[in-house]
């Protein structure tokens, strides 16, 4: 059986088979369970996991005690069989900006006048809105995208990798409320491995002063495979303190992160290994700035970490920041994100892999 995909883990995800329907199903070693098949519950015969994450928090935990007693001897449809599928209806996709060393690098390289941090960069997780309708499946070939640099128009020459995750909303919270501190458990269903394609070239001339647009809009990738909240309960840490003291509703002194190692692997080669056990804010912080003004999240939203850089410089999750701006993807490279994670079993889970390989632009 491959490694990581035991009953401590039980990622969801969305397959067919031979051209047939899309279905829910839970991945247990080289197999998928067809949960439709397996359950005849509805929302299991759907085209991605929102009508299953919408029934909150308590039928996610009854469904994963459910599973965990099917899967062993149950028969599952072979990995090689199954067309895997985007897993989720995106909702909205915002982007955070949550590592240290990520912000201070990218500071350094793109504004080397400027201090490194911006002003309110300790004093709240800056993010800013992407685009849902372009995250993609692990797999999609990613389009060099063409775009206006500070030299001209064409195909951007600088482009770039961010290694992140994806933090998965199934339950909506109501417009003009707030989703607590304390409400990650509440809302979010679970955690996706996701690359953050960037021209960098696009992105440092559009994005004075409103931020990432074209140059991060063309794709995002996430992997098949969602991970439940509940399959990374022996992975919290407490993260470094945070100085100064953030506002009360980002709960100060209370900051759980996840120790999840990631490694990026260009062309088969692993080129960094980013740490997300040493960001800065935590995924429960990201979700209170969220919704502090009363934004409602839906089904399916979706938000990122960040870009995940340690302070080691074989720990970087961009090639902006590995290779100092000075070497970028050519066409052909293929990147694959691997991430994995302490597991309630006593061994580790692997998370779906996102893979992505760059193919020229069209003329
Ligand atoms: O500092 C900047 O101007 C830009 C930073 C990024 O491109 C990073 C971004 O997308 C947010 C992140 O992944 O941390
Ligand atoms: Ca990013
Ligand atoms: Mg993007």
Redesign the pocket.
Known sequence: MSDGFGLDHLPYGVFSVAGGERRVGVRYGDGVLDLHAATGRPEFAQPSLNAFMALGAEVWRQTREEVAGLVDGADLVALDDAVLHLPVEVADYV?????LD??TN??QI??PDAPSL?AAWRHLP???HGRAGTVVVSGTPITRPHGLTRDGYGPSQRLDI?A?LGFVVGAPSELGSSVPFTGLGDHVFGVTALN?W?A?DV??FE?VPL??FL??SFATSISPWVTPLAALDAAWVDLPAQEPEPAAYLGPGATHGLDIAVEVVLNGEVVSRPPYRTQYWSPAQMLAHLTVNGASLRTGDLF??????GAEPDQR??L?ELWWNERFLEDGDEVVLRASAPGTGGGRITLGEVAGRVVGSRP
């Open positions: 982007d955070f900006y949550a590592s990520h912000a990218v500071g793109f504004r911006p800056i993010g800013y961010e992140e953050d960037s960098r992105q440092a994005y931020g990432p140059g991060k990122a970490s960040g870009t995940i850089s999750g961009s902006l």
